[in-house]
């Protein structure tokens, strides 16, 4: 069973790494720094990507697997969803030096919300040609 989805969500489950490994690791000062919302910026980015590719490889094994859409929302929405809330969660109590913004969670929310609206209108078209 966890051989099968780790085949399935390769990309998804290398991606979730890196935005944890993101999240938790003390970034180094960059000229960056000064452009305000810079941040927001990045955090939408990087939930898009990790929904944007859970979605696109439901789509892609959908045909072999055969699973309902209702488990693209649980897992490509609403678990992004709380894992961004839970990281802001553990940067906030358990790290010195990260701390959880609820703008932070605002915008990692923001990132899910805009891969399921294109993975809504777009990846059933995408994948019902082929």
Request: glycine content about 10%.
């Amino acid at each position: 069973m966890m051989k099968a989805f780790i085949l399935r969500y390769p990309l998804s489950i290398t991606i979730i790494l890196v935005v944890t490994f993101l999240s938790f690791f003390k970034p180094p000062s960059t000229d960056l720094d000064d452009v305000p919302g810079i941040d927001k910026l990045v955090h939408t980015g990087m939930y898009f990507v990790m929904a944007g590719l859970l979605w696109l490889e439901f789509y892609r094994g959908r045909r072999k697997t055969g699973a309902p859409i209702w488990h693209a929302w649980i897992g490509a929405f609403l678990c992004p969803l709380i894992y961004g809330g839970m990281v802001e969660l553990l940067q906030e109590y358990c790290t010195e030096h990260r701390g959880g913004e609820w703008l932070d969670f605002g915008a990692n929310s923001l990132g899910v919300i805009l891969a399921a609206i294109v993975a809504y209108f777009i990846l059933p078209k995408v994948f019902a040609n082929k």
